[in-house]
């Protein structure tokens, strides 16, 4: 670790007790900060508080109560799900009060340098790529952030022959004050998360937070395709390195339908890539360009490009069965994601779908869905998903009650050379913790046909 000293006798307010805030509490006390920890929920029954509690560490649990900020923290970290609007953390910015989010503090101790992925969609996919290139380049990449351990915990063990790829939200990067890593991943915007952040445009700034601090001996791996995110970008002081889809370009890195072209060259032929979808074509390009920049070998990359099949429950590809290629979607919470996974086959589609109600429109999927034939609907949205259905032409329409049921229909109304695709446009929490349960429950039904 480094910069270890500046937290010695600092006050630190820890605000949330998720896995962050847990991870976040330890590393500070032994760093030698006085730690405070605040969680909403009560202390009792909270396993985490009473592990902390254990440590010497007071926890104030029940709600967030204002009046805390009266300690005269040096500064404050916070949980990323929890809201600027939250009544504590609304007073501490009034205060103009320094508040992170642990990513921050992972920037300031990691000797390793940090390749940072951002993005509305695709983040999870290009940090998993980009770790398997590197892995096989054995530039021993380690993997943190929001698709692996807290990422503060993975900087405190990381050494300068190693290398951090890290997920990073708008949640995590709206904390963060110097944070700079070496490489940054800006995949594509669009809207998300207005609830939280309040507006398009304070949604990009976070996102922006990513690249901010670089300087010109640090890259900005971005898409070009959108103008929103070049136009954005410009001011910005870091190595330019646009990613496109749309043909070959002279500058960064780009494909076409035989090609992916590095500053203009032919790289590696498409032919070879496992992974199906235009979406996914562009989080080859950065990964592919971000493994590149670290001094991978083209062997490594080609690799992992020809042997690569999809994030567990991102565009997953789970088995074959009697001419029906199955694929696991579960983490299409919303209709742009859903949107990318029906784009992404020419084959007739029997879609299952449905899930949290939260009001929104399914409208954006309305040109997609020439190509899908039978739908199963499941959740709260179930009728609602299949009136849309309906109004799209699509000649079949199904409600099941349960996962398992889902996947027997489906099947039940496929024919050879089918796509049967969970992609639920909706989130899980009617009737799963998560969309991880919800897409293994999908598997566990899949390999029971």
């Avoid at 096989?136 to 050494?159: D, F, M, Q, R």
């Avoid at 954006?364 to 799209?392: D, H, K, W």
């Avoid at 099947?411 to 293994?440: H, T």
Wanted: hydrophobic share 40%; aromatic share 8%.
């Amino acid at each position: 670790m480094k910069n270890i000293e500046q937290f010695i006798g600092k006050r630190v307010l820890v605000v949330g007790l998720a896995k962050s805030g847990l991870a976040t509490a330890g590393l500070l006390r032994r760093l030698g900060a006085e730690v405070v920890v605040n969680d909403a929920k009560p202390l009792e029954g909270n396993e985490e508080a009473a592990e902390l509690q254990a440590q010497g560490v007071e926890v104030i649990g029940g709600g967030h109560p204002s009046d805390l900020l009266k300690r005269d923290f040096d500064f404050i970290v916070k949980s990323p799900g929890i809201p600027y609007s939250n009544p504590l953390i609304a007073k501490a910015v009034a205060a103009n009060s320094t508040i992170w989010t642990e990513i921050e503090l992972a920037g300031i101790i990691s000797e390793a340098p940090i390749i940072a992925i951002t993005g509305s969609n695709g983040k999870t996919t290009t940090t998993t790529l980009l770790y398997h290139m590197l892995n096989i380049g054995k530039k021993k990449p380690l993997i943190a952030g929001n698709i692996g351990t807290v990422a503060c915990t993975v900087a405190e063990e990381a050494k300068s022959d190693e290398v951090m790829v890290l997920e990073a939200s708008s949640f995590q990067l709206a904390g963060t004050e110097n944070f700079k890593p070496r490489i940054a991943i800006f995949t594509n915007l669009y809207e998300a998360h207005l609830d939280y952040h309040g507006s398009i445009d304070e949604y990009l700034e976070a996102k922006l937070q990513v690249a901010r601090n670089q300087t010109m001996d640090d890259f900005l791996i971005y898409n070009d395709d959108q103008e929103v995110v070049s136009r954005s970008v410009e001011s910005l002081s870091s190595q330019k390195v646009p990613f496109s889809v749309e043909g070959k370009k002279t500058t960064g890195i780009s494909a076409d339908e035989e090609w992916i072209y590095w500053l203009g060259e032919p790289f590696i032929e498409t032919r070879i890539i496992k992974l199906p979808g235009r979406h996914n074509l562009e989080n080859i390009l950065a990964a592919t360009a971000a493994a590149i920049l670290s001094g991978c070998e083209k062997s490594a990359i080609e690799n992992v490009l020809s042997s690569f099949t999809g994030v567990r429950h991102r565009m997953q590809y789970v088995r074959e069965l009697k001419g029906r290629t199955i694929y696991n979607d579960s983490k299409a919470t919303n209709t742009l994601a859903t949107k990318s996974a029906l784009s992404s086959f020419r084959t007739p589609i029997v879609l299952i779908a449905g899930g949290l109600e939260r009001g929104h429109s399914f409208e954006e999927l309305r040109p997609y869905m020439a190509n899908v034939r039978v739908v199963v609907a499941i959740g709260e949205t179930a009728q609602r998903f299949t009136e849309f259905a309906t109004s799209c032409g699509v000649p079949q329409t199904f409600i099941a009650s349960a996962m398992p049921d889902a996947v027997q229909i489906a099947y039940d109304s496929s024919a050879e050379d089918d796509v049967i695709l969970l992609s639920p446009s909706c989130a899980s929490w009617d009737q799963y913790p998560n969309f991880e349960i919800r897409g293994d429950q999908f598997i566990e039904a899949v390999m029971k046909l």
